[in-house]
């Protein structure tokens, strides 16, 4: 393979057919430059998807209360199921594998007032537990997050976020100043990063307080409106068995049919991004055949041309023959030079193709729906591996027929 | 070195078969200079093909170095090509885009020697046919008495036992075919190798230790004394006669 006489003689045949060899060389260049270009699309289609499952735990669920549709142990449908603090603890021990758990409460249901100094504004109070951090893979950019001990002394603290600080603070520090909630004071201790992106686009940021100050002060009676959790096996399976077992505890907590669907909202990340991935998949399997197929279009004209080689090189093989070439030398060396003809060009493509892709990604932003459109490294290989099998493909053929040339009637071949 | 036993080989052209040779019985020593004659179709060069293993025979038994020459394949029959055989054509088939040095050093490519032993020995060769300074000239730079002997050092190259020649001095003129006669002679006398000349040149034939004549696909002569054609080639008396059938 690294032979010098071997190489020599590839220059050789393909710097006498510069034109033949660049022309060929299109037909692959086009085909992996397409096949770069598709997947580019492809990542772009799947990174601006990912974008917006971002900022939740993907192997976790949430769960609302509903209302019933089925009777249940002498129970009529049609009731509300409510979901309370106490289900949070049921939860954890029903659930092996559980890694966080947290209670949301909104504060009135909507938006509420906060005031520092003269400054007002509007904004979605949320209770939550201090796991809940890792459930919504919060940032903290100062201060810090609500934690354990404001959750066991109800502490009246609170987290915002960048817009909030601004409308309320404008230039000032804002952490251990006390805003009022719809007129309580609470101490801020920490400012988040918030991102609007996907459902919560174009909306404000929600400000944190701890949930048990929130039952306390706002008088919520031991209620919740969601529970999220998330869990270690994050397989489809592990997702379904998670969300059988919460559905069960809570049935049995609240009396309700465990088959009935419309008792619980149940929101199963793994389930959504399992769904969402597989169509993703569908779309990279269906860009990965028509790339291909345009690649195959460019490796039946090296195939081509390689037959055409072969024919013209004929005296000259059945003399190496004769010298003692074996069969296996023969092959090697049409065969390399097919693999060499559709690796420089198709290496050409590729780099062209992962530049442009580049560029892409660099001139247009990011939207939801398509964000940087570039090429994995892993991606890159596999059509760099694409591009030395189809060269060898191109070269199996004509190498087949050089092979089968009797050195008698080479030489007899003007 | 060789033995031939009865050897038939028939091509089919179309429909018909054509029985090209007849049941040939052959023997040839070790170091003997012999030369193979007949008129076309008489199927001398069938019969070198198949002494030179670059085609196969149908029946018989054809033994080279007392090994028997049947049923090897492809790479099988190019190794002992390589190990015992070196071939000079009539077209002499240097290869075009090679030069001197590198077309002589080509059998010793595929045996696999080392490049700088390979240019070595091929530069003694080229020295050798007294075309050193041609080394890194291309064919098409020279003359077709100089691209034979170019064609003779690769065939000697790899020192083989035997050196097979196809019409050598079909393509030159008869003062090159001298020379081109004298150094097979000199191949035969200095490096002891057994060589084989299919000809129709009764001046090439003449320059042998023996004749075989063909004719029809079977031997009618095989120990035809050199001296009894009319013509001797030596370098020194050349003649114009035009190139013909020997009737013995």
């Known amino acids: 393979m690294f032979d010098r006489e071997q190489w020599a003689e590839i220059f050789e045949s393909i710097g006498k057919n510069k034109m033949r060899a660049v022309l060929t060389g299109f037909a692959v260049f086009w085909g992996i430059f397409m096949l770069i270009i598709l997947l580019g699309a492809g990542a772009g289609l799947r990174n601006g998807f990912s974008y917006n499952f971002r900022n939740t735990a993907t192997n976790s669920i949430r769960l609302h209360g509903n209302e019933t549709s089925k009777p249940w142990q002498g129970l009529p449908p049609n009731r509300i199921i409510t979901l309370e603090e106490a289900d949070i603890e049921a939860l954890r021990h029903a659930i092996p594998g559980i890694q966080y758990i947290s209670g949301q409460y909104r504060v009135w249901r909507g938006n509420s007032r906060l005031r520092y100094g003269k400054n007002t504004g509007s904004y979605n109070i949320r209770g939550i537990q201090p796991e809940h951090r890792h459930l919504q893979h919060q940032r903290i950019i100062a201060g810090r997050f609500i934690n354990e001990v404001d959750q066991v002394q109800d502490r009246k603290v609170i987290v915002i976020a960048e817009d909030c600080r601004q409308e309320l603070f404008k230039g000032e520090d804002p952490l251990h100043k006390w805003v009022s909630v719809n007129g309580i004071p609470f101490e801020v201790v920490g400012l988040y990063e918030f991102e609007a992106g996907g459902m919560e686009r174009g909306s404000r940021s929600p400000v944190f307080i701890p949930l048990s100050a929130a039952q306390k002060v706002f008088n919520a009676k031991g209620l919740v409106d969601d529970i999220t959790f998330s869990f270690a096996d994050a397989s489809i399976a592990g997702a379904k068995e998670a969300e059988q077992r919460a559905v069960h505890t809570l049935a049995r907590r609240h009396n309700f049919d465990p088959t009935d669907e419309r008792a619980l909202w149940v929101n199963n990340n793994v389930e959504n991004v399992g769904t969402v991935s597989s169509i993703f998949n569908g779309i990279n399997a269906f860009l990965w055949f028509v790339g291909i197929g345009s690649l195959i279009a460019g490796i039946v004209g090296v195939s081509n041309i390689m037959l055409i080689v072969v024919k013209e090189r004929t005296k000259e093989l059945g003399i190496r023959k004769a010298l003692g070439a074996t069969p296996a030398k023969v092959v090697g060396q049409i065969l390399m030079e097919a693999i060499f003809l559709t690796g420089m060009a198709g290496w050409a493509g590729l780099v062209l193709g992962v530049f442009l892709m580049e560029g892409i990604a660099s001139v247009v932003p990011g939207s939801e729906f398509f964000r940087d459109p570039t090429i994995q490294i892993d991606v890159a290989l596999w059509a760099l591996l694409a591009l030395i099998v189809s060269g060898a493909l191109a070269g199996y053929i004509p190498a087949r027929r050089a092979a089968a040339i009797r050195p008698i009637e080479a030489l007899r071949y003007e | ?248």
């Open chain 2, 1 to 248: 070195m060789i033995v031939l036993k009865d050897i038939r080989k028939a091509y089919r052209t179309g429909a018909n078969l054509l029985q090209v040779l007849k049941g040939i019985d052959l023997e040839i020593t070790d170091g003997e200079l012999v030369s193979i004659m007949g008129s076309s179709g008489s199927g001398k060069s069938t019969l070198l093909n198949i002494i030179g293993i670059l085609d196969n025979y149908d029946s018989g038994e054809y033994r080279l170095d007392g090994m028997l020459i049947k049923g090897q394949t492809e790479t099988e029959s190019a190794l002992l090509r390589s190990k015992y055989i070196g071939y000079v054509f009539q077209s002499f088939n240097l290869i075009g885009f090679k030069n001197a040095l590198e077309n002589v050093a080509l059998p010793l490519y595929y045996q696999g020697v080392p490049r700088r032993k390979r240019n070595e020995l091929a530069l003694a060769m080229l020295e050798r046919v007294g075309l050193k300074e041609w080394a890194h000239h291309l064919p098409n730079e020279m003359s077709g008495g100089q691209k034979q002997r170019v064609a003779i050092a690769r065939a000697l190259v790899a020192d083989p036992k035997i050196v097979l020649a196809d019409e050598p001095t079909g393509a030159l003129d008869t003062r090159t075919s001298a020379e081109v006669m004298a150094l097979l002679t000199e191949v035969n006398r200095d490096l002891g190798k057994t060589v084989l000349i299919v000809t129709h040149e009764r001046d090439v034939a003449a320059a042998t230790q023996r004749v075989i004549y063909l004719r029809d696909g079977v031997i009618e002569n095989a120990h035809l004394d050199p001296k009894s054609l009319s013509t001797s080639m030596d370098g020194v008396r050349v003649t114009n006669k035009p190139a013909g059938d020997v009737r013995p």
